[in-house]
């Protein structure tokens, strides 16, 4: 069972910066994606950011130039840096996996929140 452990969440003021990792279980060769997403409260879940094993990284527009993920393929692990955050910004966010290998495929982390302050 791929496992998804997630870290970093918190609380900071507008205009800081957190960083968020998320290690997950299972073969690199077998995660051909890893990113984040995230969910305020009455709001959908949004794409934050997704690295395609391919190179490929797609933002959502609400964070483009503001975060920036990073992955690291031997480790299963991603990144993302969280900078010039926002009220905006509060939510939970999750680490998701798409396993190529697994029954399920896709596998989402518990989720970590982080709350930023006015």
């Known amino acids: 069972q791929v496992q998804l452990v997630e870290s970093g969440g918190g609380l900071v003021q507008a205009g800081g910066s957190l960083r968020l990792s998320c290690v997950a279980s299972g073969d690199p060769g077998c995660i051909s994606v890893m990113g984040w997403y995230r969910q305020a409260p009455g709001k959908e879940r949004e794409l934050v950011v997704r690295?395609?094993?391919?190179?490929?990284?797609n933002y959502g527009d609400s964070v483009k130039g503001r975060f920036t993920a990073s992955r690291d393929i031997p480790k299963n692990t991603l990144t993302l840096q969280m900078s010039s955050l926002k009220p905006e910004d509060t939510a939970v966010y999750y680490c998701y996996v798409f396993n190529a290998c697994s029954r399920v495929y896709e596998y989402w982390g518990q989720g970590t929140q982080v709350t930023v302050s006015s």
């Open positions: 690295i395609h094993s391919g190179g490929g990284t």
